[in-house]
């Protein structure tokens, strides 16, 4: 018998931010501050302290946000030193205020959710102007040639683009704890630690060195079969898409789809509308789905409908690298 998916009890620990203070990830300092209420300081994340009770924790997106709540500066961390970007279209300050509660809830019902408009207009067109940069790309895929549809996409190479090299591990650590939790419901012994470097780490010692993330163009009459993402022994369970350009006015059609079959029914398609600059997560293979007797897994697969007009570019992030 499959192992029940378990909901954890607590907010806090529900709050991908816990994952990062536990782990003391100094990659998340400044994008929050958490407070304790017993001791009434707020620190930053990777403070070396000893780690509150998480009843008694808070998170605060701003210092002063912290200070106004009457909480003072820790003295080991110094929370009030801390030197980041202010700016609120800071790309880990987006990240961190998407509701992730309801992405969770969104992901374990329908094995996908929106996350919002993570992208400007202008960071679109500067991703998608990468597309003819040879430099910037480790292959090239023409899809048509392998069966896999029709059009192109290209991996990058590493060092990534300075906003794919942000994004990747701002939204890998808020998804590990929901990709933790899969993987117990569906009875998987892997788990992921809090930070994408470490998991990058693991993926590295096993042969899988090549960079994922991608960049995909259309034209018209271009379709992406369906598809999983696979590429090696470690796999992330969940990535991100991205579009980058306009619907309607860049292009007509080329909708994301997503299918999954369920033991003994039909396959279920989905279709995901997105805007220019917005993103969704969803399933890579499997996905759990409480029964009546537990847990069980549903197999999921994505590709993207037939281009009616126009140019579609669209950025992937994938959490695992390949062999």
């Known amino acids: 018998m499959n192992a029940p998916m378990h909901r954890l009890e607590r907010p806090t620990e529900q709050d991908p931010r816990w994952a990062a203070v536990v782990a003391r990830d100094r990659s998340a300092d400044g994008t929050f501050f958490y407070s304790v209420s017993t001791t009434g300081v707020y620190c930053r994340p990777s403070c070396p302290a000893r780690h509150a009770k998480p009843i008694n924790v808070r998170f605060h997106r701003t210092r002063a946000e912290a200070e106004r709540a009457g909480f003072r500066p820790c003295k080991r961390c110094k929370p009030d030193?801390?030197?980041?970007?202010?700016?609120?279209?800071?790309?880990?300050?987006?990240?961190?205020?998407?509701?992730?509660?309801?992405?969770?809830?969104?992901?374990?019902?329908?094995?996908?959710?929106?996350?919002?408009?993570?992208?400007?207009?202008?960071?679109?067109?500067?991703?998608?102007?990468?597309?003819?940069?040879?430099?910037?790309?480790?292959?090239?895929?023409?899809?048509?040639?392998?069966?896999?549809?029709?059009?192109?996409?290209?991996?990058?190479s590493y060092p990534l683009p300075a906003i794919i090299a942000a994004l990747r591990p701002a939204l890998y650590r808020a998804l590990a704890p929901i990709a933790n939790r899969w993987h117990e419901a569906m009875g998987i012994a892997t788990r992921f630690p809090a930070a994408h470097a470490d998991f990058i780490k693991r993926c590295h010692e096993a042969g899988q060195e090549r960079p994922t993330p991608l960049l995909l163009r259309y034209h018209e009459g271009d379709y992406n079969c369906l598809h999983q993402d696979l590429y090696g022994e470690h796999v992330f369970p969940l990535q991100v898409v991205i579009l980058l350009s306009k619907p309607q006015t860049d292009f007509t059609g080329g909708e994301l789809v997503l299918t999954e079959q369920r033991p003994r029914m039909q396959s279920r398609a989905e279709v995901v509308a997105l805007e220019r600059g917005e993103a969704a997560v969803f399933a890579v293979h499997h996905r759990p789905v409480a029964g009546t007797r537990g847990s069980y897994r549903v197999n999921m697969r994505h590709g993207v409908s037939r281009l009616r007009s126009g140019q579609r570019y669209t950025a992937g992030i994938i959490f695992h690298d390949s062999k």
């Open 81 to 156: 030193q801390v030197e980041r970007d202010d700016q609120a279209d800071g790309i880990p300050a987006r990240v961190a205020a998407i509701d992730w509660a309801a992405v969770a809830a969104s992901l374990d019902s329908d094995g996908y959710a929106p996350l919002g408009k993570l992208l400007s207009t202008s960071e679109c067109a500067e991703l998608a102007g990468l597309y003819e940069n040879g430099e910037r790309f480790r292959s090239t895929i023409v899809m048509a040639r392998h069966g896999f549809g029709r059009g192109e996409y290209k991996y990058f």
